[in-house]
């Protein structure tokens, strides 16, 4: 039951009405007066009876008062009277309805009874200010609903309970805490979800709440009837026409007479989603009522195009205009093997690249990928034409995980190389052949590829080249990179990153091909420096590069608006033209702020850029631009 109280208000004492009182309050009626005349009412506190109806008033902005339990942006996340974003100027300002500003405070209160507050008080009051209104919302938010007993019955009798099935089940939802409804919800989907990945397809869940708000206690009830346990039957595929049905059945990582587990199934839907051949894919279990305890599953997909063509043109502030079109076949020559071939262009970098990847080969998480590729790079320190062959074969025993192991067999030849970066660095050899293996991991538990919010990155790679392998060039190299992401609260991501790369020749210096030494700087790397202008610089002030190096980043992104993260970073790194030679007393750091708007294909990111140590002939700054995070 709830009991509205009241507040007395206590009025002011009496003041003498003196002439200069009476001047003011005679300026502030002739205003208001005014005012009305003119149909701008002045500003000041009120309420929607007080608006007029012949009149459109527009919201200026919405303040809210009171949350804490519930954070501000909750709150204003469930209302649909929302003031004009700050940068869109360009569109008009919303108009305020009082029957929508009506609904926000009935959402506003189911918001907080969801959360456990059924005592919430929620009143407001409008500053009107000619057309635009300010609504100020204050929350009471009272004593929270906290949960008494949760009992957990199984039938019938016999029927196996939840701790049977997992000694280490347990609820999300517990006693003591908030009387929360989506825990409350989630629960009733984890005893489900307990059931059907432990062999019962038919389960069912009730579940049941009784809130006594006068005494601050809920009692929750979930019922279980697990039905019968069951084993996978015949799976059948319908709906496919341009692939053939053993493609889909391959992927499935059930078996039939295997005991029913729903996380099984959710596995294969997700290889099969990886072939990018269907449009819409359904695994539904069939009852048979003669045989209950085999479950038959039909596979119902819909084929979609699985030759595709796209092109996209850009700029950023390296390298400048780039350009790129690519076609691609997922179903090259039937089998699901794929196909690639793209050409991209820019001022730095271009590339023909065609590609082959043979699923299946030789195993089910493993994958033949030929390649071949013709690039010409354009850097301050060279110019390299090199056309290569790299096969290898990738290994995915798990969607987090994939390592790789293959063969570099690559010509090579620099041009445009300054004297002063040949004396620098001892020489080097201005064209060849590099021939040798290389591998290379990859462990990436993060949600998102463009804009993580938790969890980590790691790289490992490295190559050899031998005369032995046919190679002109003889060296080993071998990087890696750590990337890990931290919700800390306040809408607010930590990112971190560290990166360690060493390689030495072995043989002259000069079997080290340029390209392959280590350099650092500009986008991705460390900001506030130009491209590849971290470490040490020739005469001619061209980038040497390195046999060691190591770069580390820390960036804290705020959750501004919506649309709009902030961010401020400190990146730092080092280039050492000796091995095994951090310079970890010597570092180069950059430093500012920076902004992303949140599109559909990622966060568009803009970095403001400042060195400790500015490089010569440099700029004091640099700006960066990219579609993700740098990192």
């Given amino acids: 039951m709830f009991i509205a109280s009241g507040i007395r208000a206590t009025p002011p004492p009496r003041r003498r009405f003196t002439r200069r009182r009476a001047a003011l309050f005679s300026l502030a009626f002739v205003g208001c007066l005014l005012s009305h005349i003119f149909r701008a009412p002045c500003a ?17 902005s919405v303040v809210v008062d009171g949350a804490r339990a519930v954070s501000a942006d909750d709150v204003l996340a469930v209302m649909q009277t929302r003031p004009r974003p700050a940068y869109q100027i360009w569109k008009r300002r919303t108009e305020f309805d009082p029957e929508t500003f009506r609904g926000d ?4 209160r189911r918001l907080y009874h969801s959360r456990g507050y059924y005592e919430v008080r929620v009143r407001y009051d409008l500053r009107v200010n000619g057309r635009d209104v300010t609504p100020k919302i204050e929350i009471r938010e009272g004593r929270a609903v906290k949960v008494a007993d949760i009992d957990v019955a199984v039938t019938p009798a016999g029927a196996p309970v939840p701790a049977r099935l997992d000694a280490k089940f347990r609820l999300d939802l517990r006693r003591g805490e908030i009387f929360d409804q989506a825990k409350y919800q989630a629960a009733a989907r984890q005893l489900t979800q307990l059931y059907l990945s432990r062999g019962y397809p038919w389960v069912r869940v009730r579940r049941h709440a009784q809130v006594f708000v006068a005494d601050g206690e809920a009692r929750v009830r979930y019922e279980i009837n697990p039905g019968v346990k069951a084993v996978f039957g015949r799976t059948t595929v319908s709906g496919t026409n341009a692939v053939a049905p053993a493609i889909i059945l391959r992927e499935l990582d059930y078996r039939r007479g295997e005991t029913f587990d729903s996380r099984k199934i959710a596995a294969s839907r997700a290889r099969i989603v990886a072939l990018n051949l269907f449009g819409s894919i359904a695994f539904e279990p069939e009852r048979d009522p003669a045989n209950p305890g085999v479950v038959p599953i039909e596979i119902k997909v819909t084929d979609q195009r699985t030759r595709m063509i796209s092109g996209a043109i850009g700029y950023n502030t390296e390298t400048l205009f780039n350009a790129g079109v690519d076609w691609q076949d997922y179903n090259f020559f039937g089998g699901a093997r794929r196909a690639y071939f793209a050409a991209l262009y820019s001022s730095v970098v271009s590339t023909l690249d065609a590609r082959v990847t043979q699923p299946w080969f030789p195993t089910r998480n493993t994958n033949l990928v030929l390649e071949a590729r013709q690039d ?3 850097y301050q320190t060279y110019t390299l034409y090199a056309t290569r062959f790299v096969p290898r074969l990738t290994w995915s025993p798990s969607p987090s995980l994939t390592a790789f192991a293959g063969w570099r067999l690559e010509y090579m030849k620099f041009n445009s190389v300054a004297p002063s970066t040949i004396a620098a660095i001892g020489g080097y050899r201005g064209q060849g052949i590099l021939s040798g293996p290389n591998a290379g991991l990859v462990y990436n538990d993060t949600e998102d590829p463009l804009n993580p919010q938790h969890g980590m990155i790691f790289t490992l790679l490295g190559n050899v080249a031998l005369h032995q392998f046919g190679s002109n060039y003889q060296y080993w190299r071998a990087s890696a990179e750590l990337r890990r992401y931290h919700r800390i609260g306040w809408n607010t991501v930590l990112a971190t990153r560290l990166k360690l790369g060493f390689e030495n020749t072995l043989g002259a210096i000069g079997d080290i091909p340029l390209s392959e030494r280590f350099y650092s ?18 005469a001619a002030n061209d980038p040497l590069g390195g046999l060691s190096l190591y770069e580390t980043s820390v960036e804290l992104r705020h959750q501004v608006t919506e649309k709009f993260i902030g961010s401020i970073f400190l990146d730092c790194g080092q280039v050492s033209t000796q091995p095994y030679d951090l310079r970890v007393d010597a570092p180069q750091c950059g430093y500012g702020p920076g902004v992303s708007l949140v599109t559909p294909v990622g966060p568009a990111t803009v970095d403001l850029g400042f060195p400790t140590q500015k490089p010569r002939g440099d700029s004091f700054w640099q700006v960066y631009f990219s579609i993700g995070q740098y990192f």
């Fill in 44 to 60: 000041g506190a009120a309420t929607l009876a007080d608006l007029s109806s012949s009149r459109d008033y527009k919201v200026e």
């Fill in 105 to 108: 405070l009935d959402r506003i």
């Fill in 376 to 378: 010409q790079e354009v």
């Fill in 521 to 538: 700087g500009g986008e991705g790397s460390v900001r506030g420096y130009g491209l590849r202008r971290i470490g040490p610089l020739s």
